[in-house]
């Protein structure tokens, strides 16, 4: 098991690392939760939290994968997005 994210741990002084299959589990439960979402408002925009949501939605890159988990969200974490004309 290769570490992919450092998490802190409030009960020790030793950090915790999440694995990337917990990574991917994580990634998993929150395109599930977001889709769940989807069907009572159709557009969602959704800033994930660090050291609680998966490591991939929270780094500044532009892989379509991560800015859109589902076909109607949009991650605009560290984005400005004009929501208005």
Same mark, same amino acid.
Request: hydrophobic share 30%.
């Given at each position: 098991?290769?570490?992919?994210?450092?998490?802190?741990?409030?009960?020790?002084?030793?950090?915790?690392?999440?694995?990337?299959?917990? %990574?991917?589990?994580?990634?998993?439960?929150? =395109?599930?939760?977001?889709?769940?979402?989807? *069907?009572?408002?159709?557009?969602? +925009?959704?800033?994930?939290?660090?050291?609680?949501?998966?490591?991939?939605?929270?780094?500044?890159? %532009?892989?379509?994968?991560?800015?859109?988990? =589902?076909?109607?969200?949009?991650?605009?974490? *560290?984005?400005?997005?004009?929501? +208005?004309?």
């Amino acid at each position: 098991n290769h570490p992919s994210e450092v998490l802190g741990n409030t009960n020790s002084e030793t950090p915790r690392v999440r694995t990337r299959e917990e %990574e991917a589990a994580s990634e998993g439960f929150m =395109t599930c939760a977001l889709s769940q979402l989807e *069907n009572i408002v159709c557009r969602l +925009l959704y800033v994930p939290c660090q050291g609680k949501d998966p490591l991939s939605t929270c780094l500044d890159n %532009e892989d379509d994968h991560h800015m859109r988990l =589902t076909p109607n969200s949009r991650n605009v974490h *560290n984005r400005m997005l004009k929501i +208005l004309k």
